[in-house]
């Protein structure tokens, strides 16, 4: 059976920095005040004049490709992750397959939000080990900025959210024990509600019609927090155990980028020394779909992740869903 590696990483980040001390211009916030409860100083914002979630999905995935000294035409499935696609429908995943010139092959949209990357992983992993496919592209991209109140009113949501893009090349590998060693998936739509955006929504009787506060995002902090906190380690363990690995083995958790306190509050719950967490929370908010692959992608390019090491991705979000992937370098 054939084995999926990552073969080539990519991120793209918008241009425009925004740091807190701008957002105290935009409604009333304090540096102090984000920094406190959310770790971050600042998230990019995209130019809507030449950004768009599929454009920044490109540029990430050119640049992993190039990481993995292959070229567009190598892909034959496209995976894209997004909760802010440029048009309600169609998805992405077929603007970024016209975008890279290639030809009519397959492209996937995933709407599974902060976990959403990683869902996309897993099924990449599968078409590989299946041998339906040799080569797969798997893009996390999103604009926030766009669909947010940037206002006193929505300033608890606001200041968490950035822009981004990125990318992961997944190929075919023979090597045994290399790789994706596993990935696990998970959902409790139970707790939907506790994070959502209604409408535009097709449960209206006239979807023109709807109420312009609830286009914004909805989120119960507390909620969220509790059950993230809950959910990373169960799910970081249930990798680790299926592999026969403890959280010592670990050379690299790359948590999903939800909130700075919820990253250390899973590091001091498992143990796990700072060398062994990576964060870029700080420098760019929460990118949802696109906050793993850009950290891994940074991580990767920093020197932190090399031949031989463990790292453990993990991520959770709206739905609730959340989900991991173990992968040996």
């Known amino acids: ?28 916030t304090t540096d102090e005040w984000i920094v406190e409860r959310t770790g971050i100083n ?11 979630t599929s454009n920044m999905g490109t540029k990430a995935a050119l640049m992993a490709l190039e990481n993995a000294k292959l070229t567009p035409s190598d ?22 397959q016209e975008q890279l ?8 949209d995933i709407r599974n939000q902060c976990s959403g990357f990683l869902y996309g992983i897993s099924v990449a992993d599968q078409f590989i080990k299946s041998g339906m496919y040799k080569t797969v592209l798997v893009i996390g991209s999103e604009i926030h900025s766009s669909g947010l109140d940037i206002s006193t009113r929505g300033r608890n949501v606001a200041v968490i959210f950035g822009d981004g893009a990125g990318a992961a090349v997944l190929t075919a590998t023979d090597q045994k024990d290399t790789g994706i060693l596993s990935t696990h998936l998970h959902s409790q739509g ?40 809950t959910r990373f380690p169960e799910v970081i363990m249930e990798a680790l155990l299926k592999n026969g690995y403890t959280p010592s ?10 909130n700075l306190r919820i990253s250390q509050f899973i ?21 949802t779909a696109a ?26 979000g709206s739905g609730f869903t959340w989900a991991s992937a173990l992968i040996r370098w």
């Not at 083995?249 to 939800?258: E, G, K, M, N, S």
Request: charge should be negative.
């Open 249 to 258: 083995d670990l050379t690299l958790l790359i948590p999903h980028q939800a």
């Open 291 to 316: 906050s793993v692959p850009i950290a891994l992608s940074e991580a990767f390019q920093k020197g932190k992740i090399k031949k031989g090491d463990l790292i453990c991705l993990a991520a959770f």
């Open 267 to 287: 590091q001091k719950t498992m143990k796990l020394r700072d060398d062994q967490v990576y964060n870029n929370i700080m420098n760019y908010g929460n990118t």
């Open 1 to 28: 059976m054939h084995h999926s590696t990552i073969a080539g990483l990519g991120h793209y980040i918008p241009e425009r920095k925004v740091t807190n001390s701008d957002l105290e211009k935009m409604m009333e």
């Open 190 to 229: 139970k707790y939907a509600e506790d994070l959502m955006v209604i409408e535009p929504s097709s449960t209206s009787t006239k979807r023109t019609e709807f109420n312009p506060e609830r286009i914004y995002p909805i989120m119960n902090g507390s909620a969220v927090f509790k059950h993230a906190v």
């Open 42 to 52: 600042s998230r990019h914002w995209a130019n809507l004049d030449t950004d768009s």
């Open 101 to 108: 010139g290639i030809g009519t092959i397959g492209a996937l």
């Open 75 to 96: 892909v034959e499935f496209i995976i894209f992750c997004t909760l802010s696609p440029d048009y309600n429908f169609p998805g992405g995943g077929v603007m970024v």
